[in-house]
């Protein structure tokens, strides 16, 4: 006869479904600056290695949508012809000019992509 107190699978309740959504919206909770992982997986009820798992599905793409998916933005190009803009000195080729409400961005020659990407990142939060 088995004398364990240990409860056994059946014992316990059964193991909650998450939708996609669901895990995804814990996943995004875990990217935000200062976010900790155990902190957002308990809050939610969820094992913080079970939060780890769906991290690497959502960085694959596998958890539904694009991971950090990148919105399009509207594009205008310029002609540097108009006598307003006459007096601005035309950017050297390879120049890259962003506005996102009140930050600007200059980027000029090569860019790196790596530190580029983080920049916008920054920006989109």
């Known amino acids: 006869m088995d004398t364990s107190t240990e409860p056994t699978r059946s014992s316990l309740q059964p193991r909650k ?8 919206r814990i996943v995004e909770e875990t990217l935000a600056a200062g976010a900790s992982v155990a902190r957002v997986a308990r809050a939610n009820g969820v094992n913080a290695n079970q939060v780890f798992q769906w991290r690497r599905l959502y960085q694959a793409g596998r958890l539904g949508g694009t991971p950090g998916a990148i919105k399009l933005l509207p594009v205008t190009v310029e002609s540097s012809s108009s006598a307003a803009e006459a007096s601005v000195p035309t950017p050297p080729a390879g120049t890259i000019h962003i506005k996102l409400g009140q930050a600007q961005i200059r980027v000029e020659g090569h860019a790196d992509a790596v530190l580029l990407r983080m920049v916008l990142e920054s920006l989109r939060a």
């Open 17 to 24: 479904q998450r939708s996609v959504a669901e895990k995804r």
